[in-house]
């Protein structure tokens, strides 16, 4: 009846992990693979025939991850779980694939620890994305300080234009209303319409300078509520 119970729980274990897109492996104390579920099979490349009794760490550990591997499998043995490790496993043909694993001690009735169950997805898609949209915040961070300096700039010259501009127009506007006051019985009235003409365009100049002041003396908050 024992052994009943057992097989009927293990039956339902496996159609469950069997059924479920994530990967679910099992590593008996030694570290040897006791259940491939579909899903490894489908990431890894490796069938559950192939892995069966079989040292995960021979086939699908990068080297480079070994001592991470090592330090999982202790931290197990502690009966302690591993919770969202972003981590790289690769394939069979070895590929490096991006993983959030965890991990978590496998008891029997009594309490010991007898495997270890490892639950698993593929982020490496997600991952590439991540570094995709902090690569481009970066280059919008970059180009937001090239224009600001740009920006400063132009402010700087646009204040200097102006005030090269200003003292001469105003002196300008002056001189053509001193000949129009000195000299209007001389001049004939298209000579006078023209002398005022100028003055109109003369004014019309020192407005638009002191506006482009103005403008460039507005805050980026300004702009916004503008």
């Known amino acids: 009846n024992d052994l009943e119970a057992i097989n009927k729980t293990f039956a339902l274990f496996k159609c469950i992990t069997d059924?479920?897109?994530?990967?679910?492996?099992?590593?008996?104390?030694s570290g040897?693979?006791?259940?491939?579920?579909?899903?490894?099979e489908k990431l890894y490349k490796f069938t559950a025939a192939e892995v069966i009794g079989r040292p995960v760490k021979h086939f699908i550990i990068p080297e480079n991850k070994m001592d991470e591997y090592k330090e999982l499998g202790i931290v197990s043995a502690k009966g302690e779980s591993i919770v969202n490790r972003v981590t790289q496993r690769t394939d069979r043909d070895g590929q490096l694939?991006?993983?959030?694993?965890?991990?978590?001690?496998?008891?029997?009735?009594?309490?010991?620890?007898?495997?270890?169950?490892?639950?698993?997805?593929?982020?490496t898609e997600q991952l590439k994305y991540i570094s995709s949209?902090?690569?481009?915040?970066?280059?919008l961070t970059k180009k937001n300080h090239q224009l600001h300096s740009v920006n400063a700039e132009l402010?700087?010259?646009t204040e200097l234009s102006v005030l090269n501009y200003s003292e001469p127009l105003r002196n300008l506007y002056l001189h053509l209303e001193q000949i129009v006051n000195d000299s209007a019985a001389n001049l004939s009235s298209s000579g006078r319409a023209n002398l005022r003409r100028s003055?109109?365009?003369?004014?019309?100049m020192k407005l638009l300078t002191e506006d482009i002041v103005g403008f460039t003396s507005l805050?980026?908050?300004d702009l916004c509520k503008t």
């Open 19 to 29: 059924s479920c897109y994530d990967v679910v492996t099992c590593l008996d104390l």
């Open 32 to 40: 040897k693979v006791i259940y491939w579920n579909p899903a490894a």
């Open 97 to 123: 694939i991006d993983i959030l694993l965890n991990v978590f001690p496998v008891r029997d009735e009594q309490g010991r620890i007898t495997a270890t169950c490892g639950i698993s997805k593929d982020i």
């Open 133 to 139: 949209i902090r690569s481009l915040n970066e280059e």
């Open 155 to 157: 402010k700087a010259f």
């Open 199 to 204: 003055q109109s365009a003369v004014q019309k």
């Open 219 to 221: 805050g980026e908050s």
